[in-house]
Every structure is written in structure tokens, then in C-alpha cells.
């Protein structure tokens, strides 16, 4: 069974920094693709950075040169490193994975659970 769970978020003060987990568990053949999301009360999920099988990353607007996606093959985890946080960046922030669980399966997209970030001071 795969599963990935988020971790690091909390309350931090505006200007102040974060570092997210997103790591994968279980039976994992292969971690593809692994995005970072995030919902804000009354709003839709949008995308904030990837990255790809081979280290490639790219962001949402809003947080270019503020954020930085990054991944740790050997511990399937990926890491999301949020700096100058604003009010703006408040919401609840999922992360999902393109898996193979074992060599005989397809792939398949699976989603955390999400982990709340609240910038306030």
C-alpha cells in the first residue's frame, strides 16, 4: 500500500521560512513526477512547483525565487523550501507522486493528506 504523507507545516510570521516533506511509503517500484499544491479556504488547488524524475523544476509565479522543490531518491521523499512567506501563502498544501508500485503495475497518481501553513503574525 502507498502512501504519502506531508509534513513541516505550522505557524510562521511573515518573512519567515518553512521546509515541507512530502515522502512515499511502501511498495515503490519507481517515484516519478512529484508536484506541490495548495488550497486556500474558498478557493481551487493550484499547483505551486514540480519536479521531475530527473531534477527538473518549475514553479508557479507567485513563488519563483521565493521557494525551492527539491527530492531525495534514496529516502523517496521530496522536499518543498518556502522562504519570505507572506499572508498570501497561507492555505493547506498537498503534494502528489507519479508511482509504480511494483514492476507489474501501472503507474498511478496518489495524494497526501495535506498539511496546513498559516503566515501570520
Known amino acids: 500500500q502507498v502512501q504519502l504523507v506531508e509534513s513541516g507545516g505550522g505557524l510562521v510570521q511573515p518573512g519567515g521560512s518553512l521546509r515541507l516533506s512530502c515522502a512515499a511509503s511502501?511498495?515503490?517500484?519507481?517515484?516519478?513526477?512529484v508536484g506541490w499544491h495548495r488550497q486556500a479556504p474558498g478557493k481551487q488547488r493550484d499547483v505551486v512547483a514540480t519536479i521531475t524524475s530527473d531534477g527538473t523544476t518549475n514553479y508557479a509565479d507567485s513563488v519563483k525565487g521565493r521557494f525551492t522543490i527539491s527530492r531525495d531518491n534514496s529516502k523517496n521523499t521530496v522536499y518543498l523550501q518556502m522562504n519570505a512567506l507572506k499572508p498570501e501563502d497561507t492555505a493547506v498544501y498537498y503534494c502528489d507522486a507519479i508511482i509504480q508500485p511494483t514492476v507489474w503495475e501501472l503507474i498511478r497518481n496518489y495524494w497526501g493528506q495535506g498539511t496546513q501553513v498559516t503566515v501570520s503574525s
Open positions: 511502501g511498495s515503490i517500484f519507481s517515484l516519478g513526477a
